[in-house]
């Protein structure tokens, strides 16, 4: 559809590979650890939305339970540390391997279920692995500690073995590597049988039989997918705060938080996530650092507004806007008069 | 050996006999209509082949084998494809990529089901509109569309839903030769239609459902004489002796 | 034997405030078949109505009915009108918009939150009649306010289903609840009908405020508390049942009642939901679903 000229595909690179310097060389000239920490949160939430848009957007349904694997990742790979000494890198495999069957586990009778029951069960299922953890103290060996949560062990100066560091540069490479790779991993799956038949299945699901797709296997694969992938944030997210709560890291909040993300900015798109993460997340941390004291909760009524704002006036997200603002900018400075397309 | 055959398939929701033990059987090659009037049943027959529905009792042997019960995308592994009435494009994509779902049947490999997408969609007439949104399209590309993209899947039957409701009388015509073509292309057709020139014309054989049950099959000419097919739609009073008067 | 039925009795004098919210929910999960994730700040905002009234003119909560019910209940027509029906409108064609529940939940945070910023977190209570009286009926105790929400509930549910059943109003509302566009080709008003419907379900809310304020803290997140557990009874009492909610409720305060006996109370949480989700998959229809009349 792009059909531009060399001198505007040139732009349209350049710019992006400009971005994407930019983006890579960040901790070069940013020291501020609360700035990188906002950053790497930022990373953080787009990675996950992008792990939760497998399935809440390329499957069409709307799972609001998604906190309960990043938990399981962050737990599991905690707790295969603390107990028997393996470093996160390897427990983090096991943790996304349980998130992945516990997301079959879920998905397989859930994904049968009508929209909004299907949003209300998997909030049920996320709160009642929320409730089991808080419940639990002691799992065998493994210290659960309840509603108190786990700090994990700190380790003096930088162990990459134990996937610790002492400054905030070598997670937000990690994360952004991730981030990268799980972008990657999206777009290369659209193009895929899997892709195509998961995203016929979700937008049309009886047109989609007719064809040869046997829908529910597709959305209980994704399912699969998307929980190992967020998972591995999990673990990410334990090292990188070395302190989590059930009803923090399991909590409704969190779920809705990665939903609204992938929602606003625009579910089933690549680029969505990453783009709801970027204008939601600093509003979210700026409010809660600045204002939090004399307005509690004002990030939050703010998102509220924003998620109001957006169902009303761009229901499939600001990525589709902001993609014809951007071709429309590069018209501009390319200097050419192109018809937009829809 | 018939290509299809629908052995005293009924189906019952609670209490109503929406299909009252209907056998009819379709050869290979052949053009097949259902025909009858409003809330006959045809659409839920076709439901029962093509897998949506499971007959409450009766059989469904394709090419000697019984499907009966199977589930819709196993029905299109056997090369049975369909469309539906109400037609259901993937709007959100281009017309490419609904035609790619259904070559995705024959081929893992997207470049592959790609080119024989855009194969089908051209012989549809749609091949300059591949990059345009499904939900641009107008209703008779739509309905190219639904066609197209069951073609894409290389079925050896196709079950058309009502494919020409709602179309002009020259898009009528244009689609009656994309059947004829079609089926010169060793597809089997089986189709409901309510057009009564159309399916008339075009059909080799046809089977009329009234209440759920057939009341007779035949070849066009038979069935457009027959007795009880002219009561069917037109009411006792258009029978022999009746007065001719009709209520819609 | 004695300590059984007075735990019996605890659990069906809870359940019943329980059902009583779950009512105006189901009444708008029935007819407008969206998600309304804004209903337990719904309950938040009914209940300081009731609480800011009764402080400032000292009336009795059950008084205050008469203002609070109006109240909400232009409330929830308002909210309606604004927020959801442009996407009903604009998503004509499908059954059960997700806008809609991302809408409400926006409408969610943005209520709760306000009430954060506004009164503060902190735990209110304000002084009524009825506090802390109790009754004794034979050797069982049974608390006054509790007693009093209890026959509201019932007089409550009596008013609704007579409503939804004889009245004009009531008859479109369940039209509209079979088939939106059927009912709006027989000259109803669907939108209309559905800010009504949604007027309702707040001024129920609003009730629940008046119940409340006797016996229960008032503080910006109470609403979270009872949105989940209306979820729950809603669908085991089955959508769009007045019934259903009712004993989906008594159900579910029995169940809080009767288990902490055998398990702690976070324990009990968790039979919650897996009895959720056993309805969920068993029995989607509910106790009470669909199939059958109001």
Known sequence: MNSGSTKRKTIDTMLKLALAVFVFTIPVWLSSPTYLQIL????????????????????????????????????????????????????????????????????????????????????????GIRVLVENTMQLGPFTINGPRGI????????????????SKVPYYYIILLMLCVVIFITWWFSRTRPGYYLAAGGEEPEAAQALGVNVARYKVLAMGISCFLTALGGTFLAQLTLYFYPKQILGLDFSFELAFIALIGGRGTIAGPVVGALLLRPVSELTRIYLSSTLPGLHLVIFGLVLILVMLFQPRGLVEPLERAYNWFLDRISGERKEVKS | MALLEVRNVSKHFGGLKAVDEVTLSIEKGQIYGLIGPNGAGKSTLFNCVAGTYAPTMGAIIYDGRDVTGWKPWDICKLRIGRTFQIVKPFQSRTVLYNATV?????????????????????????????????????????????????????????????????LRPNEVDETLDVLREIRNQGVTIFMIEHIMRAIMSVSDKITVIQFGRKIMDGNPEEVANDERVIKAYLGESYGAGGDGNVAA | MEFYIQIL???????????????????????IKVINFAHGSMLMVGMFTAYWIVKLTGWHPYAALILVVPMLFIFGYALQGIVIKPILVSQRDVREPTEVIIVTTGVWYILDNLALMVFGAEYRVVPTSLSGQIMLVGDYIIQTPLLYGFITTMVTAGLLMWFLKYTKMGMSIRAASLDRDAASLMGINQYRVYNIAFGIGAAIAGIVGCVLIPFYYVFPTVGVVFDVKCFIIVVLGGLGSIPGALIGGLIVGLIESVF??????????????????AVLFVMPAGLFGEKRDW
């Not at chain 1, 949160?41 to 069409?60: K, Q, S």
């Open chain 1, 40 to 127: 790497i949160m930022l990373f953080l939430f787009a990675y996950l939305t992008t792990t939760w848009n497998l399935v809440g957007g390329f499957a069409g349904v709307l799972p609001l339970g998604h906190s309960a694997y990043v938990g399981i990742g962050a737990y599991t790979s905690t707790v295969l540390f603390i107990s028997l000494g393996v470093s996160p890198w390897i427990g983090m495999w096991a943790g996304a391997l349980i998130a992945a069957v516990v997301g079959v586990f879920i998905g397989i009778p859930t994904l049968k279920l009508r929209g909004a029951y299907f949003a209300l069960s998997t909030m049920a299922f996320g709160e």
């Open chain 1, 151 to 166: 700090s994990v062990p700190l380790l003096p100066g930088n162990n990459l073995l134990a996937y610790q560091f002492t």
């Open chain 2, 102 to 166: 259904g070559a995705f049947i024959r081929t893992s490999n997207r470049s592959e089901a790609e080119d024989r997408a855009m194969e089908v969609l051209r012989k549809f007439h749609l091949g300059d509109k591949a990059g345009v949104l499904a939900k641009n399209l107008t209703i008779a590309d739509r309905k190219r569309l639904e066609m197209a993209r069951a073609m894409a899947t290389d079925p050896e039957m196709l079950l058309m839903d009502e494919c020409m409701a709602g």
């Open chain 3, 9 to 31: 009795i605890n659990g069906l004098m809870t359940g019943s405030y329980y059902g009583l919210a779950a009512m105006g929910l189901t009444l708008i999960f029935g007819v």
């Open chain 3, 260 to 277: 902490p006996m055998f398990m702690t109370s976070t324990w009990t949480e968790l039979i919650v939901y897996v009895v959720f989700l």
